[in-house]
């Protein structure tokens, strides 16, 4: 067995910042209660034309992840692409990224666990690379979730809180004992599918179109979320899978230098912080920056947290999240 390890990280965000005073003059919203209740201040969304979507997004944050890591897309041989927003209902966004890098004919995954998708694809990622079959892999984590929001008084409860934006990781074959990607660890609970969902169509097909088209009260066309019962979900889950890593591998919280939790809800982050008794230092958080990025929040953090110099050779990294299936899972990283 091989170990596995990230070598390269990279992300990227659209130019436009969209405020919440923004959103307070199209809904009726406010900067203190979106502040109070997520710690939110801005978000990214794409701006009709601006020549971005999930794919490309993806896109621009690998390049710059490949090149962190010293690879060239000749040296990639899989690609695995986690999102809730694929530009096109199929295929996935994975054979897309293949395309526009004119990469070699090589395998592309997509993986379907939105605010986990990210520990998911790392998780998969690290499987291929310990067996031996595959040295270099790109794993991407991407999202468009603008245009898809309902921006009325109605869908206040979620438009507020998702943001658009991309990051990547090389996950590359390393001959380092005990250092790299030590576990994964991800679970799932779909009895509770429905408290945090998307029924409608995809994204090439915008939801505003369509109920213009068809104008109706109770449409399954946004997103829906339960958010009081999924916040009391996301908080034990988050604990538990972090608890499950360290003793995994025999290791408490006092030995983590750096907890990447999944940017759902700034009060969600502390709480878990105050639980494990981490320092400000020991967490990080830029969902006052993004909002919710889904699959990217977990990459968009690693990566500022790394360019920020707050993560160094030997520092135990943990990365955990939750999110809609429910889905959750953590990552154990000698850095
Ligand atoms: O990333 C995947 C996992 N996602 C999460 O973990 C999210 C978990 N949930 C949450 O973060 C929180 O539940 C929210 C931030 C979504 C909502 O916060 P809350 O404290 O649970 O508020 P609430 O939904 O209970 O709503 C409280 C009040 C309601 O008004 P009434 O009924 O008390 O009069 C809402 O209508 O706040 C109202 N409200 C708003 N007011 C201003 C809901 N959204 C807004 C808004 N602006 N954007």
């Known amino acids: 067995m091989y170990t596995s390890k990230i070598s390269g990280l990279g992300y990227y965000v659209p130019e436009n910042v ?24 801005e978000r990214r969304h794409i701006k009709k034309g601006d020549g971005n979507s999930t794919s490309i997004m993806g896109v621009k944050a690998a390049k710059i992840a490949l090149e962190r890591a010293n690879v060239t897309t000749d040296d990639i041989d899989f690609i695995i692409f986690a999102t ?9 966004g994975g054979v897309r ?18 605010c986990s998708g990210f520990v998911y694809a790392i998780s998969v990622a690290d499987q291929f690379v310990k067996t031996g079959m595959y040295k270099n892999v790109l794993v991407i984590g991407s999202e ?23 990051g990547a990781a090389v996950v590359t074959r390393s001959e380092e004992k005990g250092s790299g990607i030590l576990s994964t660890h991800l679970h799932s609970e779909g009895a509770h599918a429905k408290e945090l969902s998307l029924e409608g169509p995809s994204t090439e ?27 009391k979900n996301a908080v034990v889950r988050f604990s538990e899978v972090i ?17 990447i939790p999944h940017q759902a809800n700034l009060r969600i982050s502390q709480f878990v912080q105050k639980q494990f008794r981490l320092s400000d230092d020991q967490v990080y958080n830029n969902i006052q ?34 999110g809609s299936g429910f889905t959750w899972g953590s990552a154990i990283i000698r850095w």
């Open 243 to 259: 608890n499950e890593g360290l003793q995994k591998n025999n290791l408490s919280a006092a030995d983590i230098d750096m907890l």
């Open 144 to 166: 468009n979730h603008s245009g898809g929001l309902d921006m009325t008084t109605r869908g206040r409860g979620v438009s507020v809180i998702f943001g658009d934006g991309a």
């Open 18 to 41: 969209v405020t919440n005073d923004d959103l307070s003059k199209i809904m009726d919203t406010n900067d203190a209660w979106i502040q109070e209740r997520t710690g939110i201040k």
């Open 205 to 231: 097909h915008w939801v505003p179109e369509i109920i213009a088209e068809n104008p109706q009260e109770d449409i399954p066309y946004y997103p829906y979320m339960n958010g009081q019962f999924v916040f």
């Open 97 to 114: 990224v293949q395309d526009m890098m004119n990469m070699n004919t090589i395998p592309a995954l997509d993986v379907r666990n939105q």
């Open 84 to 92: 809730l927003s694929p530009d096109m209902y199929f295929p996935g």
């Open 289 to 322: 920056k993004y909002g919710n990025t889904t699959a990217a929040s977990i990459p968009i953090a690693l990566t500022e947290a790394w360019e920020a110099g707050k993560i160094k050779k030997g520092d135990l990294v943990v990365l955990a999240a939750f």
